[in-house]
């Protein structure tokens, strides 16, 4: 009997308050928003972003890496590195980066033209920017690049 292995993407969008949460579809052709973890302190947090990926059945975990628009680090980019850094630690899965320069800002762009209030987009905001972040690594993998 032939079992297909089937890989799940779990994606994060590492912030100071907050961590946005994707999963990738069963056929791992698009990201879902799925949720926003509300950050507590850092050890805490990198136990509860890899029991999260567990949950969701993660076999790759995709983080965002934030850095300047010419691709040099962002004050942000050395913060995210060492969550990322424990996290590798932590989870039992593969943890890749992925650049993440424009993804919330394109999350907060679909918000407001879906005419969303402010107060509620803060609250979708996160979620989406790791589904930015899970389609960039999505489409990349699929086309082979």
């Given amino acids: ?8 993407y779990v994606a994060f969008d590492i912030g100071d308050k907050r961590i946005g949460v994707a999963i990738s579809d069963p056929f791992n052709t698009y990201a879902l928003p799925s949720q926003t973890y509300f ?13 999260i990926a567990k949950q969701k059945g993660a ?16 004050v942000q980019t050395e913060k995210t590195q060492r969550f ?9 899965v593969p943890v890749v980066c992925e650049d ?13 033209s879906e005419g969303m209030r402010r107060e509620k987009r803060k ?9 930015n972040i899970l389609d960039g690594y999505l489409n990349r993998k699929n086309k082979g690049v």
């Avoid at 609250?123 to 589904?131: E, I, Q, R, S, T």
């Fill in 1 to 8: 009997c032939y079992t297909h292995y089937m890989e799940r």
């Fill in 100 to 112: 993440e320069r424009f993804t919330t800002k394109m999350a907060h762009d679909t918000l407001i």
């Fill in 39 to 51: 950050r507590k302190g850092f050890k805490e947090d990198v136990a509860a972003i890899a029991a």
């Fill in 84 to 92: 990322i850094d424990a996290l590798k630690r932590e989870a039992d």
């Fill in 123 to 131: 609250n979708y905001v996160d979620a989406l920017a790791a589904a």
């Fill in 59 to 74: 076999t790759v975990i995709i983080c965002g890496l934030p850095v300047n628009f010419d691709g040099s680090e962002a």
